[in-house]
């Protein structure tokens, strides 16, 4: 932990021990829940959106003072400057800084800033994430904030910016014989046919798949089929890659997933959802906060964030599960429209017709190909 950070947290302790004396005029320690602040709505007019702020009560012994900022999604303040600076303590999300003339800088649960006295900025929430922060404002009383014009950020409409950020999710060629092995493995898991899996699961490896990418086939089918038989298809897996190392095959583990820290998930699923299907998908789904949080924040937010899998891949995994269940066509049709806008052809998808209905099927195989030829 760097020197500024361990000030800050040393300075928060402080400042926060001293207000609950305060509070209670004897030594006893309490909590005080999120709940029990004072929150204040932001004045509009220094801000571009929806924020609110508490302020911490003040203590004899210091100067300074404390207050937590709320930013909602893609919200900033106005350019501005504090005639003897201040820190900034990012406690949740992810947000944005910039300095007068400089570029735009990025920040994260745990970052710290410190603004110079009279140094013109603004701060704010990402673009697509929400963000949180302590406020430290040395000599607050002879601390003067000057507010200056609105931050014009120049952001592209909805629509432009989700087209822009699928391009990097896309797959301009054909299906390869590698991710065409993924439906097998997918479909065979979703039946619960240990037998056909093994065939699959051997192939899948024969044709280039590593370890960590079925693993991470098998870890997001859960989503769908459930638990027994995403760890079915697991158990299998591994007994697949016993037998494969006893005669003499060496597979490789490939990638493990990049580890995101703390990020908020449903944030992050919310915009996956939106750049998949190339439209808003922030209003709540299905008019039921259950579903619409499992599908955001954990099925695209957690499991595609997990990149030991790429969204063309994960898509054709979901594609395979659902063709073999029966009354699954709405969701299929659903999928088969997400995989479209990663890219993947009709033609391709014929193909996974076809594998499904000589290593799976003909129900499943008959399943997909009604939704394909719609």
């Known amino acids: 932990m760097n020197k500024i950070k361990k000030y800050i947290l040393t300075f928060i302790i402080f400042l926060l021990g001293g207000n609950l004396i305060m509070a209670n005029s004897v030594n006893n320690l309490s909590i005080t829940k999120k709940e029990n602040l004072k929150y204040i709505k932001a004045d509009p007019k220094y801000f571009s959106g929806e924020a609110e702020f508490a302020i911490l009560p003040q203590i004899d012994i210091s100067k300074d003072s404390v207050a937590i900022v ?3 999604v893609g919200v900033v303040n106005n350019w501005h400057s504090h005639s003897k600076g201040q820190y900034l303590y990012i406690t949740e999300g992810e947000g944005r800084v910039q ?25 704010g929430a ?41 391009e990097k999710h896309k797959q301009n060629t054909s299906l390869t014989e590698k991710q065409l092995a993924i439906v097998s493995i997918a479909a065979n898991t979703a039946k619960g046919d240990l037998n056909k899996l093994k065939v699959a699961l051997n192939k ?14 098998l870890n997001h089918q859960y989503a769908y089929i459930g638990f027994p038989r995403a760890l079915n298809g697991m158990l299998t897996l591994n007994k697949v890659l016993e037998e494969r190392k006893v005669n003499g095959k060496k597979d490789i583990e490939g990638k493990v997933p990049t580890n995101k820290g703390d990020i908020n ?3 992050y699923g919310t915009e996956t959802l939106s750049i998949l299907s190339q439209r808003d998908s922030s209003g709540l789904l299905q ?35 659902i063709s073999t269940i029966a009354g699954g066509e709405s969701q299929l049709a659903s999928h088969v429209n997400l995989i479209t806008n990663l890219g993947i052809k009709k033609s391709d998808l014929e193909k996974v017709v076809n594998i499904l209905n000589k290593e799976v099927d003909s129900d499943s195989s008959n399943r997909l190909k009604g939704v394909v030829e719609k």
């Open 265 to 267: 998930y449903y944030e």
């Open 126 to 166: 990402g673009e697509t994430t929400s963000m949180s922060h302590l406020v430290i404002t040395p000599d607050a009383k002879n601390n003067t904030t000057t507010w200056f014009e609105k931050v014009e950020l120049n952001e592209k409409p909805t629509e432009e910016r989700l087209k822009i950020s699928i």
């Open 70 to 72: 709320d930013f909602e």
């Open 204 to 217: 899948g490896l024969d044709k280039g798949l590593t370890i960590n990418e079925i693993r991470g086939i």
């Open 99 to 123: 300095e007068w003339g400089k570029e735009i800088q990025y920040v994260k649960k745990g970052d710290v800033v410190w603004i110079p006295a009279d140094v013109k900025h603004w701060h």
């Open 287 to 321: 008019n039921f906060d259950g579903v619409d949080y499992a599908l955001k924040a954990h099925l695209f937010g957690y499991l595609f964030s997990r990149d030991n899998l790429n969204y063309v891949n994960r898509e054709l995994t979901t594609v395979s599960t």
